[in-house]
Protein backbone atom coordinates (compact mmCIF):
# COMPACT_ATOMS: atom_id res chain seq x y z
CA UNK A 1 0.00 0.00 0.00
CA UNK A 2 1.24 3.17 -1.00
CA UNK A 3 1.87 5.98 1.63
CA UNK A 4 -0.67 8.05 0.69
CA UNK A 5 -3.07 5.60 -0.28
CA UNK A 6 -2.85 4.02 3.87
CA UNK A 7 -2.90 7.45 4.90
CA UNK A 8 -6.23 7.77 3.39
CA UNK A 9 -7.04 4.57 4.78
CA UNK A 10 -6.36 5.20 8.44
CA UNK A 11 -7.75 8.02 8.30
CA UNK A 12 -11.09 6.46 7.23
CA UNK A 13 -10.62 3.53 9.71
CA UNK A 14 -10.46 6.56 12.46
CA UNK A 15 -12.95 8.38 11.09
CA UNK A 16 -15.44 5.13 11.62
CA UNK A 17 -14.35 4.42 14.96
CA UNK A 18 -13.77 7.54 16.49
CA UNK A 19 -14.20 5.54 19.90
CA UNK A 20 -13.88 2.75 21.31
CA UNK A 21 -17.63 2.04 21.01
CA UNK A 22 -18.14 4.23 18.21
CA UNK A 23 -21.59 1.51 16.68
CA UNK A 24 -22.74 1.25 14.52
CA UNK A 25 -20.86 2.48 11.16
CA UNK A 26 -22.15 2.97 7.51
CA UNK A 27 -22.11 -0.07 5.44
CA UNK A 28 -19.41 1.05 3.29
CA UNK A 29 -16.61 0.92 6.01
CA UNK A 30 -17.41 -2.46 7.04
CA UNK A 31 -16.61 -5.88 5.40
CA UNK A 32 -19.27 -7.27 2.95
CA UNK A 33 -21.72 -9.01 5.12
CA UNK A 34 -23.58 -12.68 4.27
CA UNK A 35 -27.32 -12.60 4.95
CA UNK A 36 -28.46 -14.69 7.79
CA UNK A 37 -29.64 -14.83 11.37
CA UNK A 38 -25.72 -15.87 12.72
CA UNK A 39 -24.52 -12.41 11.75
CA UNK A 40 -26.67 -10.56 13.10
CA UNK A 41 -25.21 -7.57 14.78
CA UNK A 42 -21.35 -8.09 13.53
CA UNK A 43 -20.02 -4.98 12.40
CA UNK A 44 -16.32 -6.04 11.23
CA UNK A 45 -14.32 -2.89 9.64
CA UNK A 46 -13.14 -3.37 6.42
CA UNK A 47 -9.79 -5.08 6.56
CA UNK A 48 -7.37 -3.30 4.17
CA UNK A 49 -6.12 -5.22 1.29
CA UNK A 50 -2.67 -7.65 1.50
CA UNK A 51 0.39 -5.83 0.42
CA UNK A 52 3.44 -6.79 -1.37
CA UNK A 53 6.02 -9.24 0.48
CA UNK A 54 7.07 -8.10 3.72
CA UNK A 55 9.67 -10.53 4.01
CA UNK A 56 13.51 -10.53 2.96
CA UNK A 57 15.67 -13.03 2.51
CA UNK A 58 17.53 -14.17 5.71
CA UNK A 59 14.17 -13.52 7.54
CA UNK A 60 14.03 -14.56 11.63
CA UNK A 61 10.08 -14.17 11.98
CA UNK A 62 8.65 -14.48 15.63
CA UNK A 63 5.25 -16.15 16.15
CA UNK A 64 3.59 -13.88 18.91
CA UNK A 65 0.32 -15.14 20.63
CA UNK A 66 -1.44 -16.93 23.69
CA UNK A 67 -2.66 -20.45 24.17
CA UNK A 68 -3.76 -20.40 20.65
CA UNK A 69 -0.25 -19.77 19.62
CA UNK A 70 1.50 -22.03 22.08
CA UNK A 71 -0.94 -24.86 20.24
CA UNK A 72 1.85 -24.83 17.79
CA UNK A 73 -0.71 -25.43 15.02
CA UNK A 74 -0.66 -22.15 13.17
CA UNK A 75 2.76 -21.49 13.87
CA UNK A 76 3.68 -24.98 12.11
CA UNK A 77 1.85 -24.35 9.66
CA UNK A 78 3.33 -21.07 8.75
CA UNK A 79 6.58 -22.78 9.49
CA UNK A 80 5.67 -25.62 7.10
CA UNK A 81 4.48 -22.72 4.11
CA UNK A 82 7.42 -20.90 4.48
CA UNK A 83 10.41 -23.75 4.63
CA UNK A 84 9.19 -25.84 1.50
CA UNK A 85 6.75 -23.47 -0.85
CA UNK A 86 9.15 -20.77 -0.40
CA UNK A 87 12.57 -21.86 0.40
CA UNK A 88 14.44 -19.16 -1.89
CA UNK A 89 13.68 -16.63 1.21
CA UNK A 90 15.27 -18.60 3.57
CA UNK A 91 13.02 -17.72 6.52
CA UNK A 92 13.67 -19.19 9.72
CA UNK A 93 10.79 -19.66 12.05
CA UNK A 94 10.24 -19.31 15.99
CA UNK A 95 6.88 -19.60 18.40
CA UNK A 96 6.89 -17.52 21.54
CA UNK A 97 3.33 -18.73 22.24
CA UNK A 98 2.23 -18.46 26.07
CA UNK A 99 -0.76 -19.61 27.65
CA UNK A 100 -3.33 -17.61 29.23
CA UNK A 101 -1.62 -14.58 28.43
CA UNK A 102 -3.17 -11.02 27.36
CA UNK A 103 -0.85 -8.22 25.32
CA UNK A 104 -0.11 -6.48 28.64
CA UNK A 105 1.51 -9.64 29.65
CA UNK A 106 3.53 -9.99 26.32
CA UNK A 107 5.23 -6.56 27.27
CA UNK A 108 6.41 -8.12 30.38
CA UNK A 109 8.89 -10.87 28.74
CA UNK A 110 8.68 -9.21 25.34
CA UNK A 111 12.81 -7.92 25.93
CA UNK A 112 13.86 -11.08 27.79
CA UNK A 113 12.20 -13.77 26.13
CA UNK A 114 12.06 -12.54 22.35
CA UNK A 115 14.06 -9.30 21.78
CA UNK A 116 17.15 -10.96 22.96
CA UNK A 117 16.30 -13.48 20.21
CA UNK A 118 16.48 -10.56 17.35
CA UNK A 119 13.44 -10.97 14.96
CA UNK A 120 13.03 -9.21 11.96
CA UNK A 121 9.98 -9.43 11.77
CA UNK A 122 6.83 -10.46 14.09
CA UNK A 123 2.93 -11.94 14.16
CA UNK A 124 1.12 -10.73 16.96
CA UNK A 125 -2.27 -13.05 18.13
CA UNK A 126 -4.22 -11.25 21.27
CA UNK A 127 -7.50 -10.38 21.69
CA UNK A 128 -8.79 -13.51 23.27
CA UNK A 129 -7.94 -13.45 26.91
CA UNK A 130 -7.80 -10.01 26.56
CA UNK A 131 -11.65 -9.72 26.51
CA UNK A 132 -12.34 -11.38 29.83
CA UNK A 133 -14.54 -13.56 28.07
CA UNK A 134 -17.36 -10.89 28.94
CA UNK A 135 -19.71 -8.24 26.78
CA UNK A 136 -17.85 -5.78 25.53
CA UNK A 137 -16.65 -2.60 27.81
CA UNK A 138 -15.46 0.20 26.60
CA UNK A 139 -12.76 0.68 29.37
CA UNK A 140 -11.36 -2.47 28.46
CA UNK A 141 -11.49 -1.85 24.77
CA UNK A 142 -9.16 0.91 25.90
CA UNK A 143 -7.44 -0.64 27.55
CA UNK A 144 -6.59 -3.73 25.06
CA UNK A 145 -5.72 -0.65 22.80
CA UNK A 146 -3.45 1.09 24.67
CA UNK A 147 -1.37 -2.67 25.42
CA UNK A 148 -1.62 -3.81 21.96
CA UNK A 149 -0.62 -0.43 20.97
CA UNK A 150 2.58 -0.22 23.37
CA UNK A 151 3.40 -3.98 21.92
CA UNK A 152 3.86 -2.69 18.10
CA UNK A 153 5.78 0.44 19.66
CA UNK A 154 8.57 -2.23 21.13
CA UNK A 155 8.90 -4.25 18.18
CA UNK A 156 9.07 -1.50 16.05
CA UNK A 157 11.97 0.13 17.98
CA UNK A 158 13.52 -3.18 18.05
CA UNK A 159 13.95 -2.64 14.23
CA UNK A 160 10.89 -5.45 13.59
CA UNK A 161 8.28 -5.45 10.64
CA UNK A 162 5.31 -6.37 12.38
CA UNK A 163 1.48 -8.19 11.67
CA UNK A 164 -0.89 -7.61 14.00
CA UNK A 165 -3.30 -10.37 14.31
CA UNK A 166 -6.93 -10.02 15.46
CA UNK A 167 -8.07 -12.79 18.01
CA UNK A 168 -10.56 -15.30 16.61
CA UNK A 169 -13.72 -16.33 17.02
CA UNK A 170 -15.41 -18.25 19.98
CA UNK A 171 -17.88 -21.39 19.42
CA UNK A 172 -18.94 -21.42 23.09
CA UNK A 173 -19.01 -19.46 26.15
CA UNK A 174 -15.89 -20.32 28.31
CA UNK A 175 -17.00 -22.24 31.00
CA UNK A 176 -14.14 -23.14 32.77
CA UNK A 177 -13.23 -19.40 33.38
CA UNK A 178 -15.19 -18.39 36.10
CA UNK A 179 -15.80 -14.59 35.76
CA UNK A 180 -16.75 -15.14 32.58
CA UNK A 181 -20.44 -13.78 31.63
CA UNK A 182 -23.29 -13.10 28.91
CA UNK A 183 -24.10 -15.23 25.67
CA UNK A 184 -22.18 -16.53 22.76
CA UNK A 185 -23.32 -13.72 20.55
CA UNK A 186 -22.61 -11.11 23.11
CA UNK A 187 -18.98 -13.21 23.10
CA UNK A 188 -18.27 -13.05 19.15
CA UNK A 189 -19.78 -9.28 19.19
CA UNK A 190 -17.33 -8.39 21.88
CA UNK A 191 -14.47 -9.99 19.70
CA UNK A 192 -15.61 -8.68 16.45
CA UNK A 193 -15.11 -4.82 17.97
CA UNK A 194 -11.70 -5.87 19.87
CA UNK A 195 -10.77 -6.87 16.27
CA UNK A 196 -11.45 -3.71 14.89
CA UNK A 197 -9.32 -2.42 17.62
CA UNK A 198 -6.67 -4.07 16.22
CA UNK A 199 -7.20 -3.16 13.22
CA UNK A 200 -7.42 0.38 14.03
CA UNK A 201 -3.91 -0.14 15.86
CA UNK A 202 -2.22 -1.79 13.06
CA UNK A 203 -3.44 1.19 11.01
CA UNK A 204 -2.64 3.98 13.37
CA UNK A 205 1.09 2.34 13.58
CA UNK A 206 1.37 1.77 10.12
CA UNK A 207 1.70 -1.89 10.07
CA UNK A 208 -0.04 -5.27 8.37
CA UNK A 209 -3.21 -6.39 9.72
CA UNK A 210 -3.77 -10.49 9.90
CA UNK A 211 -7.98 -10.90 10.01
CA UNK A 212 -8.66 -13.78 11.90
CA UNK A 213 -11.77 -13.01 13.59
CA UNK A 214 -13.80 -12.40 10.54
CA UNK A 215 -12.72 -15.50 7.87
CA UNK A 216 -12.64 -17.81 11.01
CA UNK A 217 -16.44 -16.63 11.76
CA UNK A 218 -17.53 -16.54 8.15
CA UNK A 219 -15.94 -20.03 8.07
CA UNK A 220 -17.63 -21.62 11.09
CA UNK A 221 -21.06 -20.42 9.63
CA UNK A 222 -20.53 -21.95 6.24
CA UNK A 223 -19.05 -25.25 7.48
CA UNK A 224 -21.60 -25.94 9.84
CA UNK A 225 -24.02 -25.14 7.28
CA UNK A 226 -21.85 -27.84 4.81
CA UNK A 227 -20.88 -30.33 7.36
CA UNK A 228 -23.27 -30.10 9.84
CA UNK A 229 -23.87 -28.66 13.63
CA UNK A 230 -20.89 -30.74 15.32
CA UNK A 231 -18.23 -28.73 13.11
CA UNK A 232 -16.53 -26.48 15.51
CA UNK A 233 -14.19 -24.07 13.86
CA UNK A 234 -13.29 -22.76 17.27
CA UNK A 235 -12.55 -26.58 18.66
CA UNK A 236 -13.98 -28.67 20.70
CA UNK A 237 -13.62 -26.13 23.63
CA UNK A 238 -14.90 -23.48 21.82
CA UNK A 239 -12.24 -21.18 22.23
CA UNK A 240 -8.61 -23.66 21.02
CA UNK A 241 -9.13 -24.29 17.05
CA UNK A 242 -8.94 -27.96 15.46
CA UNK A 243 -6.44 -27.89 12.32
CA UNK A 244 -9.82 -26.30 10.40
CA UNK A 245 -9.28 -23.61 12.46
CA UNK A 246 -5.42 -23.25 12.57
CA UNK A 247 -5.63 -23.49 8.94
CA UNK A 248 -7.51 -20.52 8.39
CA UNK A 249 -5.30 -18.95 10.76
CA UNK A 250 -2.34 -19.49 8.64
CA UNK A 251 -3.81 -18.97 5.51
CA UNK A 252 -4.99 -15.06 7.31
CA UNK A 253 -1.10 -14.16 8.26
CA UNK A 254 0.81 -15.53 5.13
CA UNK A 255 -1.44 -13.57 3.55
CA UNK A 256 -1.01 -10.44 5.46
CA UNK A 257 2.75 -11.71 5.28
CA UNK A 258 2.10 -10.87 0.77
CA UNK A 259 2.85 -14.26 -0.22
CA UNK A 260 1.51 -14.55 -3.19
CA UNK A 261 0.95 -18.22 -3.51
CA UNK A 262 3.06 -19.13 -7.11
CA UNK A 263 4.47 -22.60 -5.81
CA UNK A 264 5.42 -23.17 -9.83
CA UNK A 265 4.40 -24.06 -13.36
CA UNK A 266 4.91 -27.24 -15.40
CA UNK A 267 4.48 -26.58 -19.20
CA UNK A 268 3.92 -29.30 -22.03
CA UNK A 269 3.81 -29.34 -25.27
CA UNK A 270 1.45 -31.75 -25.97
CA UNK A 271 2.11 -32.72 -30.07
CA UNK A 272 6.17 -32.46 -29.23
CA UNK A 273 6.40 -33.61 -25.50
CA UNK A 274 8.79 -30.38 -24.40
CA UNK A 275 8.10 -29.49 -21.45
CA UNK A 276 10.03 -27.36 -18.91
CA UNK A 277 9.50 -26.59 -15.38
CA UNK A 278 9.71 -22.73 -13.36
CA UNK A 279 12.74 -21.83 -10.69
CA UNK A 280 11.98 -24.84 -8.10
CA UNK A 281 10.94 -27.32 -10.59
CA UNK A 282 13.57 -29.19 -13.32
CA UNK A 283 12.10 -31.59 -16.22
CA UNK A 284 14.18 -34.08 -16.44
CA UNK A 285 12.61 -35.84 -19.30
CA UNK A 286 9.45 -35.99 -21.02
CA UNK A 287 8.02 -38.43 -23.41
CA UNK A 288 4.56 -39.46 -24.69
CA UNK A 289 3.16 -36.64 -22.53
CA UNK A 290 5.12 -38.23 -19.34
CA UNK A 291 7.14 -35.90 -17.29
CA UNK A 292 9.76 -36.79 -14.55
CA UNK A 293 10.67 -33.45 -12.54
CA UNK A 294 12.94 -33.06 -10.20
CA UNK A 295 11.34 -30.17 -7.76
CA UNK A 296 12.98 -28.57 -4.65
CA UNK A 297 9.71 -26.10 -3.66
CA UNK A 298 6.84 -28.00 -2.57
CA UNK A 299 3.03 -26.96 -2.75
CA UNK A 300 1.63 -27.17 0.39
CA UNK A 301 -0.09 -30.72 1.11
CA UNK A 302 -3.34 -30.44 2.82
CA UNK A 303 -4.31 -33.32 5.08
CA UNK A 304 -7.47 -35.12 6.91
CA UNK A 305 -10.92 -35.65 6.62
CA UNK A 306 -12.18 -32.74 4.31
CA UNK A 307 -15.44 -32.42 6.43
CA UNK A 308 -14.05 -33.12 9.70
CA UNK A 309 -12.87 -29.35 12.16
CA UNK A 310 -9.57 -31.22 13.07
CA UNK A 311 -8.32 -31.31 9.19
CA UNK A 312 -6.26 -28.92 7.25
CA UNK A 313 -8.41 -29.92 4.20
CA UNK A 314 -11.65 -29.07 5.53
CA UNK A 315 -10.02 -25.78 6.46
CA UNK A 316 -8.64 -25.24 3.07
CA UNK A 317 -11.95 -26.03 1.94
CA UNK A 318 -13.33 -22.53 3.84
CA UNK A 319 -11.30 -20.03 2.49
CA UNK A 320 -9.46 -19.52 -0.43
CA UNK A 321 -5.96 -21.44 0.27
CA UNK A 322 -5.40 -23.41 -2.74
CA UNK A 323 -5.82 -20.44 -5.10
CA UNK A 324 -4.44 -17.43 -3.59
CA UNK A 325 -1.27 -19.59 -1.56
CA UNK A 326 -1.06 -22.85 -2.84
CA UNK A 327 -0.98 -22.93 -6.91
CA UNK A 328 1.38 -25.67 -8.35
CA UNK A 329 0.05 -25.53 -12.12
CA UNK A 330 0.30 -27.74 -15.02
CA UNK A 331 -0.19 -25.99 -18.42
CA UNK A 332 -0.86 -28.12 -21.66
CA UNK A 333 -0.32 -26.66 -24.52
CA UNK A 334 -1.78 -27.44 -27.96
CA UNK A 335 -3.56 -30.29 -26.73
CA UNK A 336 -6.23 -31.64 -29.43
CA UNK A 337 -10.00 -30.88 -28.33
CA UNK A 338 -11.18 -33.78 -25.94
CA UNK A 339 -10.74 -35.16 -22.75
CA UNK A 340 -7.07 -35.67 -21.09
CA UNK A 341 -6.49 -38.14 -18.18
CA UNK A 342 -3.77 -36.73 -15.98
CA UNK A 343 -2.10 -39.16 -13.44
CA UNK A 344 -0.09 -37.95 -10.56
CA UNK A 345 1.29 -40.24 -7.75
CA UNK A 346 -0.93 -42.70 -7.52
CA UNK A 347 -4.34 -40.52 -8.31
CA UNK A 348 -6.01 -39.91 -11.90
CA UNK A 349 -8.28 -37.06 -12.93
CA UNK A 350 -10.04 -36.25 -16.33
CA UNK A 351 -9.93 -32.62 -17.35
CA UNK A 352 -10.54 -31.16 -21.23
CA UNK A 353 -7.79 -29.96 -23.76
CA UNK A 354 -9.39 -26.08 -22.39
CA UNK A 355 -9.19 -26.81 -19.07
CA UNK A 356 -5.20 -28.44 -19.36
CA UNK A 357 -4.46 -25.16 -21.85
CA UNK A 358 -5.73 -22.67 -18.86
CA UNK A 359 -3.59 -24.89 -16.75
CA UNK A 360 -4.80 -26.90 -13.93
CA UNK A 361 -3.59 -26.57 -10.17
CA UNK A 362 -2.34 -30.04 -9.05
CA UNK A 363 -2.13 -29.43 -5.51
CA UNK A 364 -5.65 -28.48 -5.49
CA UNK A 365 -6.66 -31.21 -8.26
CA UNK A 366 -4.61 -33.70 -6.38
CA UNK A 367 -4.67 -34.00 -2.22
CA UNK A 368 -2.71 -36.88 -2.49
CA UNK A 369 0.22 -36.27 -4.17
CA UNK A 370 4.21 -37.40 -4.49
CA UNK A 371 5.05 -34.69 -2.14
CA UNK A 372 3.05 -36.20 0.84
CA UNK A 373 5.85 -38.02 2.50
CA UNK A 374 8.71 -35.41 2.18
CA UNK A 375 6.20 -32.97 3.61
CA UNK A 376 5.34 -34.81 6.83
CA UNK A 377 9.04 -35.29 7.47
CA UNK A 378 9.26 -31.45 7.21
CA UNK A 379 6.48 -30.66 9.13
CA UNK A 380 7.51 -33.42 12.05
CA UNK A 381 10.75 -31.81 12.40
CA UNK A 382 9.19 -28.47 12.81
CA UNK A 383 6.90 -29.93 15.53
CA UNK A 384 10.26 -30.90 17.08
CA UNK A 385 12.03 -27.70 17.13
CA UNK A 386 9.06 -25.50 17.73
CA UNK A 387 8.19 -28.09 20.75
CA UNK A 388 11.86 -27.28 22.10
CA UNK A 389 11.28 -23.43 21.88
CA UNK A 390 8.13 -23.96 24.19
CA UNK A 391 10.72 -25.76 26.72
CA UNK A 392 13.15 -23.18 25.86
CA UNK A 393 11.32 -20.04 26.53
CA UNK A 394 8.61 -21.25 29.44
CA UNK A 395 10.99 -23.18 31.21
CA UNK A 396 14.39 -22.34 30.92
CA UNK A 397 14.37 -18.69 30.25
CA UNK A 398 12.02 -18.50 33.36
CA UNK A 399 14.16 -20.59 36.07
CA UNK A 400 16.32 -19.68 38.85
CA UNK A 401 19.06 -20.39 36.90
CA UNK A 402 18.22 -18.43 34.10
CA UNK A 403 18.15 -15.42 36.56
CA UNK A 404 21.63 -16.31 38.23
CA UNK A 405 23.33 -16.72 34.54
CA UNK A 406 20.98 -15.98 31.69
CA UNK A 407 23.89 -15.75 28.98
CA UNK A 408 24.90 -19.09 29.74
CA UNK A 409 21.31 -20.37 29.60
CA UNK A 410 20.68 -18.46 26.07
CA UNK A 411 24.09 -20.44 25.15
CA UNK A 412 22.50 -23.52 25.93
CA UNK A 413 19.81 -23.77 24.56
CA UNK A 414 20.45 -22.27 21.42
CA UNK A 415 23.08 -24.90 20.73
CA UNK A 416 19.89 -27.29 21.38
CA UNK A 417 17.72 -25.40 19.27
CA UNK A 418 20.84 -25.03 16.51
CA UNK A 419 20.35 -28.98 16.59
CA UNK A 420 16.82 -29.38 15.79
CA UNK A 421 17.14 -26.32 13.32
CA UNK A 422 19.68 -28.15 11.11
CA UNK A 423 17.52 -31.47 11.57
CA UNK A 424 14.88 -29.43 10.14
CA UNK A 425 16.92 -28.21 6.78
CA UNK A 426 18.26 -32.00 6.68
CA UNK A 427 14.55 -32.85 6.38
CA UNK A 428 14.43 -30.69 3.30
CA UNK A 429 14.61 -32.91 0.01
CA UNK A 430 14.34 -32.78 -3.42
CA UNK A 431 11.19 -34.21 -4.36
CA UNK A 432 11.58 -36.41 -8.15
CA UNK A 433 7.72 -37.26 -9.11
CA UNK A 434 6.36 -37.70 -12.85
CA UNK A 435 3.25 -36.22 -14.36
CA UNK A 436 1.34 -38.20 -16.74
CA UNK A 437 -0.98 -36.60 -19.32
CA UNK A 438 -3.43 -39.04 -21.70
CA UNK A 439 -5.38 -38.25 -24.36
CA UNK A 440 -9.20 -40.43 -23.60
CA UNK A 441 -9.80 -42.09 -26.62
Request: charged content about 20%; some cysteine.
Amino acid sequence: MRYGDRRAWVWSVMLATALVGAWPVVAAQLEAIPPGAAYAGLQPLKAPAPGPLLLQTGDRLAVIGDSITEQQMYSRLIEDYLTVCVPQLAVTVRQFGWSGETAEGFLRRMDSDCLRLKPTVATLCYGMNDYRYKPFDEANGQWYRERYTAVVKGLQAAGARVVVGSNGCVGKVASWVKSASGTLEQHNDCLCRMRNIALEVAAERGVRFADIFWPQFKAGVEARARYGAEFNIAGGDGVHPGWAGHLVMAYAYLRALGLNGNIGTLTLDYPTSEANGSPGHAVERCARGEMTVYSTRYPFVLTGNPTKDDSTRAGASLVPFSRELNRLMLVVKRAPAGNYRVTWGEQTVTFTAAQLAAGINLADAFPDNPFGPAFAKVDDAVRAKQAFERTQIKERFHSAEFKANPDAVVAQTEATHAQLAAALAAAVVPVRHVVRVERVR
